[in-house]
């Protein structure tokens, strides 16, 4: 090798000289050129984060509320959506919860009382479906019963002169009823898929759900529930000839036909019901029937051809009989032999509901998988109140 051609190739590795320049180039080049697949990789991430964040804001705005724009500020609906989706009851610990609201925690079994919200669509519901409780007295307790006390009984009276003397007249006696209160129970199921689906709306569902269920068992426990671990229904309580009422039972008026109305003057029993009710309770009174038996009462007519029944003249008035409000109550008997079809009363004074204020949810997601069961309770009693207050209409000669 020459030496000139020695020399050239040292050169290339010495800076200023010819060949260590394209060196330094080169490696200028490849570290500017790392910085930029840097940066490049650095903006798409970015980028990525961005349209997931976007994607995420669309999912939201897109998904049915569970609540209305007022409870964006209800934290303790955040930890009920998300108790009844997963069960997570992170949200539930940290939690204040206050305590007049019907959303405190329940110690020690993962339960916790429905939100007002819900609360109160639930007993919409069920104020349009368990029919009694539109013409009963509903109240609210804390305790586990609730007692009427009634004055039933006449205050001894005289005419008194100014010299003669006066004798010991008669006391009122007053009546303590106790109306006890049972639990009503209502266990549905969803799977857990259903429940991740987040455009589902999980508190309509179970609202639904347990309304129907209530609804259901309220209304034939009302009317006719026997009192063991139930409201007791006013037909359960034993009836007598109204002629021989006394206290504690409740007066009868018979059809004068078994099984049906009288062949001839039909109405008649009608009229003799209505009147059997005392004055002071007839201004407030109502017709209780099923809808079998409001088709029979429908065609009735009295004496000058007039139908004695006519319908409400405005939307959600109810129909009238003999100028009384009717409500059909599908749990009444129908038209039978001996049969008690028909009942008339202030149902105000006559029969009381007493139930608790809170609804208890209780979330198991390990009995029915994969689904999940939702166990809800309330606790609610019934009974009459006022045996004086309510008559009914017998479908038996006697």
Avoid at 152 to 173: F, I, R
């Amino acid at each position: 090798m020459s030496k000139a051609e020695t020399k050239a190739r040292t050169d290339i590795g010495v800076p200023g000289a010819p060949g260590g320049d394209v060196k330094s180039a080169f490696e200028g080049f490849l570290k500017e050129f790392r910085g930029f697949r840097d940066e490049v990789k650095t903006r798409l991430q970015q980028q990525e984060e961005r349209l997931t964040m976007l994607d995420r804001k669309s999912i939201v705005a897109g998904r049915p509320a569970l609540a209305t724009h007022a409870d964006v500020e209800a934290p303790h609906r955040k930890a009920f959506a998300a108790y009844l989706r997963s069960g997570d009851d992170d949200g539930l610990r940290g939690l204040a919860i206050e305590g007049k609201a019907m959303n405190t925690q329940v110690a020690a079994e993962g339960g916790f009382l429905v939100d007002p919200e819900t609360t109160d669509r639930i007993r919409g519901v069920l104020r349009s479906s368990s029919s009694l409780r539109r013409v009963a007295r509903v109240v609210t307790v804390e305790s586990g019963s609730f007692d009427v006390l009634v004055d039933h009984s006449e205050m001894g009276s005289g005419w008194a002169t100014e010299t003669a003397g006066l004798s010991e007249t008669t006391t009122p006696q007053i009546d303590r009823i106790s109306i006890p209160l049972h639990e009503l129970a209502a266990m549905p199921k969803a799977s857990q898929r259903l429940l991740d689906d987040t455009a589902f709306d999980v508190e309509g569902w179970l609202a639904e759900r347990i309304a129907d269920k209530f609804a259901r068992a309220e209304a034939q426990a009302f009317i006719s529930g026997d009192g063991i671990d139930k409201p007791k229904g006013f037909l359960s309580h034993t009836a007598v000839d109204n002629n021989a009422w006394t206290w504690g039972t409740l007066g009868y008026v018979p059809t004068g036909a078994a099984g049906d109305f009288a062949a001839t003057n039909a109405s008649d029993a009608i009229i003799d019901l209505v009147y059997a009710l005392g004055a002071e309770y007839r201004a407030n009174a109502t017709f209780v029937m099923n809808s079998k038996t409001a088709g029979a009462v429908r065609k009735m007519k009295d004496a000058d051809g007039r139908f004695l029944w006519t319908d409400g003249l405005a939307a959600g008035e109810p129909a009238r009989l003999m100028g009384y409000p009717v409500l059909i109550a599908e749990d009444m008997p129908d038209i039978a032999p001996d049969a008690f079809a028909i009942a008339f009363g202030d149902f105000k004074a006559g029969y009381t509901i007493a139930e608790r204020p809170d609804m208890r949810v209780l979330r198991d997601p390990f009995s029915a998988k994969p689904h999940v069961l939702f166990y809800a309770s309330k606790r609610v009693g019934g009974d009459v109140s006022d045996f004086a207050a309510i008559k009914l209409l017998k479908f038996a000669v006697s």
